[in-house]
């Protein structure tokens, strides 16, 4: 049995999205996890692909997915932790008004052993844990999320104000190297106004960054999934006196990626993407080191 470390120290985090049953029952890449042992592992969303608005088919959906053979080892070995996104909050691209989202959170609840969820006042997914010297929050970017075809402006919102006043205060109070901001969907704005990500928020998601920049805190790395490919992505804020956020992607688990060219380059932003099989992402931290560092 491992116990979290009480000091700094060097640890592995594995963390990888979208994990679909129906097209991938063996799911060879179990095994390198269970090769890689990585001391946690991340599931950033779409753990399943409920896609329904019958709670019982919601919950049939995980039994079947830990029902997986190459999985089961790593469950039992390996800590876990956990957000959602769309298929596993009840449809796609669903978003506050999906009328599931209460029975989805409290079947969420049954199958992974978080930390803690939400605020007593602000029912979600999203939590702060710290483990090693550095500290990862969680999002949850689904029960409060305004639906992408709202207009986007200060008043269009991905995380609710409760859960946002959260984060900015965790963030104010975190003095580790290194604060890991967890979300299912991706940070980039290359899906667009309307598209099913941070860039139909992006009002709220750079008045965030601004927060960053204005508070002076240091070490903020982005984490994401559901694109079902692999990338490293930077988007751009040193140029306003800031640093430039790094987002590092992990998709898809089980299921086929999606091809796409390679390097992408979004002006202003940078993305260089994988997609050549399913893939799990590995990050290496040395807490331990005279100057912090971490590999993805």
């Known amino acids: 049995v491992r116990t979290a470390p009480v000091e700094a120290t060097r640890f592995t985090v594995g963390f990888g999205s979208c994990v679909r049953y129906g097209e991938d029952r063996v799911q060879p890449i179990w095994k390198e996890v269970q090769v890689a042992n990585p001391d946690l592992f991340f599931w950033l969303g779409d753990n399943i692909y409920g896609d329904t608005l019958r709670a019982e088919v919601l919950a049939e959906e995980y039994r079947r997915q830990r029902d997986v053979a190459l999985l089961q080892p790593v469950i039992r070995s390996i800590p876990q932790l956990a957000t959602w996104d769309d298929h596993d909050f009840a449809l796609n691209d669903h978003d506050r008004e999906n009328p599931l989202k209460n029975e989805s959170l409290r079947i969420f609840k049954q199958y992974w052993a978080n930390s803690s969820y939400g605020l007593a006042n602000v029912p979600g997914v999203f939590f702060e844990y710290e483990y090693g010297g550095v500290d990862f929050f969680f999002l949850d970017d689904r029960m409060y999320r305004d639906p992408y075809t709202k207009s986007d402006n200060a008043g269009k919102t991905m995380l609710g104000k409760g859960q946002l006043r959260w984060l900015k205060q965790a963030l104010v109070r975190s003095d580790s190297p290194f604060k890991v901001i967890v979300s299912g969907s991706g940070w980039t704005s290359s899906k667009g106004e309307e598209g099913d990500s941070w860039a139909a928020a992006l009002t709220e998601r750079n008045a965030l960054f601004e927060f960053i920049r ?72 040395d807490m331990t080191a005279q100057d912090p560092w971490l590999r993805f």
């Open 214 to 285: 204005e508070r002076s805190i240091d070490g903020v790395v982005l984490l994401s999934g559901d694109t079902h490919r692999g990338e490293f992505n930077a988007i751009p804020w040193s140029e306003k006196g800031g640093y430039d956020f790094f987002e590092l992607v992990s998709s898809p688990l089980a299921q086929e990626p999606s091809e796409v060219d390679r390097p992408m380059v979004w002006e202003p932003q940078m993305r260089e993407p994988y997609s050549y099989s399913p893939n799990f992402g590995l990050l290496t931290f």
